[in-house]
């Protein structure tokens, strides 16, 4: 038998993370309790009560026992200084507090070593509960250099992996290169078992790092035309195929990410430990908001019939919270039509030789039909995560309309997770939706996306990706700071996050009631007024019935900071409107040709060889 890590207590809080310690640990200062990592010393300096039952430090008992049969799990802590008492405590997501499992008792009895500190190894006691941690009471002030669970397995009983990380970035320096110095820093130049099975790769899509300063024996910048995510996400994993190394594994990470080392570490550990159907597992990581880093946003979610998303966990998450850290753990996650978004996703290589690379979709839906197509098992545990920008108040019809039309649309053509016809009357909504407040250009995005679609296979191998992009982004609405506009305009319209749709304070049938989809275009302008009302620019928000017969909309951000001014323009919604008319008939008489010459192309869309032809490259597979 040889010990193994399961994952360690994290003593050093994220800089990003300082005002919120009680992700990593709680302390009681009306109590005497107190902890501080020391630089000199490289130790959490402790006094008074310290609890440790918290998001990255608490043992994940019951997923460890699920995901890899563990039943035994040790502590191992390294101290010095005052005494010490040691108490586990655990919880489930049904309690209203943790439950101690075992009383506190003095540590005595270590292995002293020469510089003075001891280790202790303490077994956690046996318990049904889904979270267990420890405690620690000090009587004076003692400092903890180490500190991490593991359990004891035999040799063979451990499975082979070598984990490549792959993150695509663009002109996103800010970001990838702090997590490029801490893979090198943190990751391999650690002493933990990844450090000798980990290999970086960073797509750069931009071409604007400098590859051979940032590039060694542990990390690999390679530069890459623009072919967005789901271009650098294959070219990653092309890379990981081609190579001598024999990767096992690869972990797709987005660039605009803080991510803590110890989600890394704790993502091999769970790999290399993996039992049955969990060996090809993929393993998520949760997206918590950068905006406000105790929220989890996100881990796993999936696709209902309508073609619409759904989180797993749709209750807000607050990772600094006890029992939203439970109740996180609880959650079964295993669900039909699941998927992982690819801001940390990681992903068998022997599944990606098998089902094939991502379409060739440029940005959105990559990740979701990648999993839509794979159909896997997905793992997700506390403490694996990024901190990413949230996507509250974002909106770019470019993407967000255009991208996600086409690209859906493809998804169902070829994996058929969803229903067409429900998803375009999902689509014919939205257009009605945005045009009643006078979005003329997001509905063109919209339009744009199913003409598009309609053209088939062939077109979607050929176009430029990046062409595509600036040519519909020109499209998005341009928002100007609000103090730049009329302001005896903006000082007329009352608006807040109750106008945009932001706060629930109205029922559910007014709710319905206001989306309704009534047209301001249709009302002859004796009805119609020039005072200027309110919107959130998005224009999926519950809307105020003083919007309704006006000619002139402001629409604002979310914040309230930005807006545009929108005029109605009769013109140009007739034109819009035969074009309408047009694309739904024309889907009507081709839409199952269409569907039909997707699914015949992905075999060709998703190999090997189309995407050599696509980005450029000669790579070949590894023997």
Same mark, same amino acid.
């Given at each position: 038998?040889?010990k ?5 207590v ?10 919120y310690?009680e ?8 109590a005497?309790?107190s902890?501080?990592?020391s630089? /000199? ?11 440790f039952?918290t ?6 008992v019951a ?14 802590l390294?101290?010095?200084g ?6 586990f405590?655990g919880?489930?997501h ?6 101690v499992l075992? /009383?506190?008792q003095?540590?005595?009895g ?8 001891t ?16 405690v620690l ?12 669970y ?8 451990i ?8 993150t ?6 800010e970001?990838i ?15 933990d078992?990844?450090?000798k099975?980990f290999h970086?790769f ?7 790092l400098?590859a051979?300063?940032?590039?060694d024996?542990?990390?690999t910048?390679l530069?890459?035309k ?9 070219r990653g994993?092309?890379?990981?195929l081609?190579?001598s ?9 987005d660039?605009d990410?803080k991510v803590?080392?110890e989600s890394?570490k ?5 790999l290399?430990?993996a039992q ?11 997206m918590?908001?950068i ?10 979610s ?5 073609g619409a998303y759904r989180?797993?966990?749709e209750?807000?998450l607050?990772?600094d919270q006890?029992?939203?850290v439970a109740?996180n753990?609880?959650?079964n996650?295993e669900?039909?039509n ?8 990681c992903?068998?290589l022997k599944i990606v030789?098998e ?5 060739p ?5 990559d ?5 839509m197509?794979?159909n896997p ?5 506390n ?5 990413h920008e949230?996507?509250?108040g974002?909106f ?6 255009y ?5 859906f649309?493809i ?7 969803a229903s /067409? ?6 689509w014919?909504r939205?257009?009605?939706l945005h045009?009643?407040?006078m979005?003329y250009?997001t ?9 598009d679609?309609?053209k ?13 992009m ?11 700071p609000?103090?730049t ?5 903006v ?9 945009f ?8 049938f ?11 275009h ?11 009302e309110?919107v ?5 928000s519950?809307l ?15 914040d309230?900071e930005n807006?545009a ?20 008939? /024309?889907?009507a ?5 269409v ?5 015949a192309?992905k075999p060709w ?12 490259t ?6």
């Amino acid at each position: 038998m040889i010990k193994h890590k399961l994952s360690n207590v994290v003593l050093k809080i994220e800089d990003h993370m300082t005002d919120y310690p009680e992700v990593y640990y709680r302390t009681d200062s009306l109590a005497g309790g107190s902890a501080c990592f020391s630089e /000199e010393k490289s130790a959490l300096t402790l006094s008074g009560k310290i609890d440790f039952l918290t998001y990255f430090n608490c043992c994940s008992v019951a997923k460890w026992q699920r995901y890899a049969n563990i039943q035994k799990i040790m502590l191992h802590l390294e101290l010095s200084g005052d005494a010490v008492t040691l108490q586990f405590n655990g919880m489930s997501h049904k309690d209203a507090q943790p439950i101690v499992l075992a /009383e506190g008792q003095r540590l005595i009895g270590g292995i002293e070593k020469n510089n003075g500190h001891t280790i202790y190894e303490i077994e956690l006691p046996a318990s049904s509960k889904d979270i267990a941690g420890f405690v620690l009471q000090v009587r004076g002030t003692a400092y903890l250099y180490d500190a991490y669970y593991f359990t004891e397995v035999e040799e063979d009983g451990i499975n082979p992996v070598k984990l490549v990380l792959s993150t695509t970035t663009f002109k996103k320096e800010e970001y990838i290169v702090p997590n490029i110095d801490l893979v090198k820093r943190e990751v391999l130049g650690s002493s933990d078992p990844v450090a000798k099975s980990f290999h970086m790769f960073v797509v750069d899509n931009g071409c604007t790092l400098d590859a051979e300063a940032l590039s060694d024996d542990g990390v690999t910048v390679l530069p890459n035309k623009n072919v967005g995510g789901a271009g650098g996400f294959a070219r990653g994993m092309m890379e990981a195929l081609a190579n001598s190394e024999g990767f096992t594994h690869i972990l797709l990470m987005d660039d605009d990410v803080k991510v803590s080392a110890e989600s890394l570490k704790r993502t091999f550990n769970l790999l290399a430990l993996a039992q049955g159907d969990y060996r090809d597992a993929f393993i998520n990581g949760a997206m918590l908001a950068i905006e406000q880093p105790n929220l989890q946003f996100e881990d796993v979610s999936f696709v209902i019939k309508s073609g619409a998303y759904r989180r797993v966990k749709e209750d807000k998450l607050y990772v600094d919270q006890i029992k939203d850290v439970a109740e996180n753990e609880s959650i079964n996650v295993e669900v039909p039509n699941a998927y992982g978004a690819w801001w940390y996703s990681c992903i068998p290589l022997k599944i990606v030789h098998e089902k094939g690379l991502p379409l060739p979709v440029f940005v959105r839906c990559d990740d979701v039909e990648y999993g839509m197509r794979t159909n896997p098992t997905y793992m997700t545990m506390n403490g694996i995560c990024v901190w990413h920008e949230g996507f509250e108040g974002r909106f770019r019809p470019s993407v967000d309309c255009y991208q996600y039309i086409r690209n859906f649309m493809i998804m169902i053509a070829v994996d058929d997770c969803a229903s /067409e016809r429900m998803f375009v009357a999902r689509w014919e909504r939205n257009i009605r939706l945005h045009l009643r407040t006078m979005e003329y250009d997001t509905v063109e995005l919209f339009l744009d996306g199913m003409e598009d679609y309609l053209k088939g296979p062939e077109y979607l191998a050929s176009v430029s990706g990046e062409e595509l992009m600036k040519k519909n982004g020109a499209k998005n609405e341009k928002l100007v700071p609000v103090e730049t506009l009329d302001q005896e305009m903006v000082s007329s319209m009352k608006h807040s996050k109750r106008t945009f749709g932001g706060e629930s304070h109205i029922s559910e049938f007014l709710r319905l009631w206001r989306t309704l989809p009534y047209d301001r275009h249709l009302l002859p302008d004796a009805l119609l007024r020039d005072k200027p009302e309110a919107v959130f620019y998005s224009g999926l928000s519950v809307l105020s019935p003083r919007t309704v017969g006006t000619k002139t909309l402001v629409a604002f951000d979310l914040d309230g900071e930005n807006a545009a001014v929108r005029h109605m323009d009769r013109e140009r919604y007739k034109e819009l409107m035969d074009r309408f008319a047009r694309l739904r008939k /024309e889907h009507a008489e081709r839409g199952a040709e269409v569907r039909a010459a997707y699914k015949a192309a992905k075999p060709w869309l998703t190999s090997w060889d189309f995407w050599n032809e696509y980005l450029g490259t000669d790579l070949k597979l590894a023997d």
